[in-house]
């Protein structure tokens, strides 16, 4: 079984429709991480959480929030989905300290229409 | 304005031959370097990593250079096989802010 799953792994959905993507992980690590890919920028980080009780904003959190229902679950949520927020979307853990390797899903492909 | 850069989209290798994979930054307070290899349909996984003490880092086919003075780090691979065909980023961390920027990636066509 994968270390770092993600569901759903596509969606269609409709502009002002509000969406869930989950994550679980069965690593065992404690930091979680929300990234979305689109061609020419790589990866981009939206939400980060080193534990249960932290979350903190990446570079592009807006539109998104974020929910760490536990150690192994990290959601992130799209109140309003619009357009310009179809993009691949990948969850990540990696362990604590200073230079641990970040694990990913297989990644989610969202399309707003 | 981008960290982290990667400034050829992509790259066409032979078979057998080396490919090397180039990346620029511009955050002087980065001081751990990572490459990660992404196949279609599938996540980013974790190929090599350098620290700014070091200027080499091998790994089987694998070796990373870092030259801090320029700020640019390279990926070579030798010798280049077809699976090795894929998208290609470089990422950087800043210590401080524990945090990793990724580039926008290279992608990587090993032609038999």
């Known amino acids: 079984d994968a270390d770092v799953t993600q569901t759903p792994r596509n969606r269609i959905t409709k502009t002002g429709k509000r969406i869930m993507l989950e994550c679980s992980q069965t690593?065992?690590?404690?930091?979680m991480y929300w990234y979305r890919q689109d061609p020419g920028l790589g990866l981009r980080l939206i939400y980060y959480?080193?534990?249960?009780?932290?979350?903190n904003k990446g570079e592009i959190s807006d539109g998104y929030s974020v929910s760490r229902q536990a150690q192994a679950k990290f959601s992130l949520s799209l109140e309003s989905a619009i357009p310009n927020q179809t993009a691949l979307y990948f969850c990540?853990?990696?362990?604590?300290?200073?230079?641990?390797?970040?694990?990913f899903g297989p990644g989610t492909r969202l399309t707003v229409l | 304005d981008q960290q982290v850069k990667q400034n050829s989209p992509s790259l066409s290798v032979q078979e057998g031959r080396i490919s090397i994979l180039n990346c620029d930054y511009t955050?002087?307070?980065?001081?751990?370097f990572l490459w990660y290899k992404k196949y279609p349909a599938e996540g980013p996984t974790f190929l090599i990593s350098?620290?700014?003490?070091?200027d080499k880092n091998e790994d089987g086919r694998f070796t990373v250079f870092l030259n801090k003075s320029a700020k640019h780090l390279s990926l070579h691979i030798v010798p280049s096989q077809p699976g090795d065909s894929a998208v290609y980023f470089c990422?950087?961390?800043?210590?401080?802010?524990?945090?990793?920027?990724f580039g926008p990636g290279t992608s990587l066509s090993v032609i038999p």
């Open positions: 690593k065992g690590h404690d930091r």
């Open positions: 990540a853990t990696s362990g604590s300290g200073s230079y641990n390797e970040q694990f």
């Open positions: 990422a950087a961390r800043e210590v401080s802010l524990d945090k990793v920027i």
């Open positions: 350098i620290s700014s003490i070091k």
């Open positions: 959480s080193f534990d249960v009780k932290d979350i």
């Open positions: 955050n002087s307070m980065f001081d751990y």
